[in-house]
């Protein structure tokens, strides 16, 4: 008889930002037929994902006869902050 328990954690964390003046965001400027001036409208984001995992198996042999059996429990997490255009689209 063998029993695995096995517990895990990941996090991990992303921040992207567009250019800014003085820690304000630049606004976008977008006239027709012309070239977009500007960030693009997902350039300030905020990603964060964090993974915890319990695992525990159990096998059993007797004989000719193996068994084996478990449960896998995953608890995902997944912030994602992403606002179109903070400072405006003009």
């Excluded at 954690?9 to 003046?21: D, I, Q």
């Excluded at 896998?72 to 912030?79: I, M």
């Amino acid at each position: 008889m063998v029993n695995q328990m096995r517990f895990g954690y990941t996090r991990r964390k992303f921040h992207r930002s567009s250019l800014s003046a003085e820690g304000a965001t630049l606004p976008v400027y977008d006239l027709t037929g012309f070239q977009q001036l500007g960030p693009p409208s997902n350039s300030n984001s905020r990603f964060m994902t964090s993974v915890t995992q319990w695992l525990n198996t159990l096998s059993l042999v007797r004989a000719k006869h193996s068994l084996k059996a478990g449960a896998d429990v995953r608890l995902q997490h997944l912030n994602v902050v992403q606002p179109p255009n903070p400072a405006g689209l003009y």
